[in-house]
């Protein structure tokens, strides 16, 4: 993308972007890529993806599945939870893209997703009132979504290891995938190896481990037996403590 000027004789008629993808597709992006402090940059990739968006939305109203499903249900809680702070603090273009993920994620998801839709829809509102107000038609439900209540988020049915888990299973089987396709294999069997508890131990240890004085932490947390390894490991979440994962499984669960 670039940054839109007369000058540079790279603006772009809303008319036509109205036409082609609609007022709602056009709102939607712009809420996405604007941002008080920055310069708008215009993407056609951009819009293309808010109308592939929206598609994916009407797409998955129509799925008749039934079947509960607990992790769906976390990660909308989750994402009402989520979209709810964004909203409040102005970050529309976070909320957004979390929206998005939460939709991309159901496009693939097995269980039912009335409930996710309804609620995306409701969220999605301000955004793109009209796409909106036809979702909520088509769900079937009472009054205008202009009218209805904004959704609310049960903390108790969010459950970050359920969904750390489901990501875990699913990387899982992608790299075996692309492992496979790599060597150009058909293997009769997959042997999946995990971590032992030691590390998981030290995992959650670190978690909780004031990080600034190094020395201390490597005399109190080294694993007797796995001094080497487990020093390796202290020091290397110490440089960057990005690595130490939000949600951390036991050997069991894993």
Do not use: C
Request: overall charge positive; glycine content about 6%; cysteine-free.
């Amino acid at each position: 993308g670039s940054v839109m000027s007369k000058s540079k004789g790279n603006t772009v008629d809303p008319g036509e972007i109205i036409e082609k993808y609609g007022v709602d597709t056009l709102r939607l992006y712009l809420m996405s890529v604007s941002s008080p402090d920055k310069d708008m940059e215009w993407s056609h990739e951009g819009i293309e993806g808010s109308y592939r968006f929206l598609h994916k939305l009407f797409a998955l109203a129509e799925d008749k599945n039934k079947i509960k499903s607990k992790t769906i249900e976390s990660r909308m809680y989750r994402t009402i939870k989520e979209v709810s702070q964004d909203i409040e603090a102005f970050r529309y273009s976070s909320a957004i893209s979390k929206l998005n993920i939460l939709v991309n994620y159901l496009s693939d998801a097995d269980g039912s997703k009335k409930d996710a839709i309804k609620n995306i829809s409701l969220m999605i509102a301000p955004f793109a009132p009209h796409a909106a107000e036809e979702l909520w038609m088509r769900l079937k439900q009472k009054g205008l979504i202009a009218r209805a209540k904004w959704p609310r988020y049960e903390s108790k049915k969010i459950d970050e290891k359920l969904e750390m888990a489901e990501d875990i299973i699913e990387g899982l089987i992608e790299d075996v995938r692309t492992i496979i396709k790599l060597l150009n294999v058909k293997p009769k069997m997959i042997s999946v190896f995990i971590a032992e508890d030691w590390k998981h131990q030290l995992f959650k240890n670190l978690k909780k481990a004031e990080l600034r004085d190094i020395g201390m932490v490597i005399k109190k947390l080294r694993v007797k037996g796995r001094e080497g390894d487990s020093i390796k490991i202290i020091n290397s979440i110490a440089k960057n403590p990005g690595k130490l994962p939000t949600v951390i499984l036991d050997e069991k669960y894993e």
